[in-house]
Nanobody
């Protein structure tokens, strides 16, 4: 499985960005897609996740109400719409795939940089 993340960039505080993650290769009957981020000097942290049907979504408290995760299974793509961005959202964002919905992300994308200027 290959995951290709894109959409990062530089944005002013209060602005918006949409990240995309396209999956290719092996397919799974039921899987969870997630977004994580890692800021300089900090550990990687969970941001959001969505199940295969899109009917269940999960968010870190720090992004609830500002970020929205969605997916288009026809395109094998998951999105992260980020609104009201803050300087503390600055990080490298990674998409990941949990093939069995067991909470273990076995596949990771290369990361895309998001920089929010204050």
């Amino acid at each position: 499985v290959q995951l290709q993340a894109s959409g990062g960039g530089l944005v002013q505080a209060g602005g918006s960005l949409r990240l995309s993650c396209a999956a290719s290769g092996r397919t799974f009957s039921s899987y969870v897609m997630g977004w994580f981020r890692q800021a300089p000097g900090k550990e990687r942290e969970f941001v959001a996740a969505i199940n295969w049907s899109g009917g269940s979504t999960y968010y870190a408290d720090s992004v609830k109400g500002r970020f929205t995760i969605s997916r288009d299974n026809a395109k094998n793509t998951v999105y992260l719409q980020m609104n009201s961005l803050k300087a503390e959202d600055t990080a490298v964002y990674y998409c990941a795939l949990d093939p069995s919905a067991a909470g273990v992300y076995d596949y990771w994308g290369q990361g895309t940089q998001v920089t929010v200027s204050s």
